[in-house]
């Protein structure tokens, strides 16, 4: 199940939950819904940024398919190949998934989007203002993730 989906905040219009949040346990391993290229990993050692660990990866199709909140040990690296169904994350705990409880964040991007965070990729974020022109550049992950 996902949660932090359509939430109240978000029909009064302050800020979107740019990505669906689903509510798994601590551990889970996380697979590729396709193939993609790892083209971005940080790792929020100090939880300061509220992600833990992240992973972003070009897909086939060009878009950008973002997975949150994992534990911070990622053995992938810039530039790999994973494949379809290939364990490439697990589900970090409260002190090592930017202090949430454990859930995966999936945000799925198009190029605009990343464009704008070109300078600094760690300053992508999982909410937008409602008024944010970037929301035109973000797409549904159930379309990849199912």
Same mark, same amino acid.
């Given at each position: ?13 302050? $800020? ?10 601590? =551990?889970?391993? *996380?697979?590729m819904p396709k193939?993609?290229?790892?083209? %971005? ?8 940024? =509220? ?6 990866? $070009? ?9 949150? %909140? ?8 810039? =530039? ?8 490439? =994350? ?12 454990? %859930?995966? %964040? ?9 464009? $704008?965070? $070109? ?25 990849? *993730?199912?």
């Amino acid at each position: 199940t996902y949660i932090w989906r359509n939430r109240k905040n978000e029909r009064k219009g302050i $800020k979107i939950h740019l990505g669906i949040d689903y509510n798994v346990p601590a =551990g889970t391993e *996380i697979a590729m819904p396709k193939k993609g290229i790892v083209f %971005h990993i940080m790792k929020d050692s100090q939880n300061n940024i =509220g992600w833990g660990g992240r992973i972003i990866w $070009k897909m086939e199709d060009s878009t950008y398919l973002l997975y949150g %909140h994992l534990k911070q040990d990622i053995k992938l690296k810039i =530039g790999q190949i994973c494949e379809k169904g290939e364990i490439v =994350g697990i589900v970090g705990g409260i002190n090592e998934n930017g202090n949430w409880f454990p %859930h995966l %964040h999936v945000q799925v991007m198009n190029q605009s989007f990343i464009d $704008k965070y $070109k300078k600094d990729l760690e300053e992508i974020d999982g909410y937008l203002s409602s008024d944010d022109k970037n929301l035109n550049n973000l797409i549904n992950p159930e379309i990849i *993730i199912f």
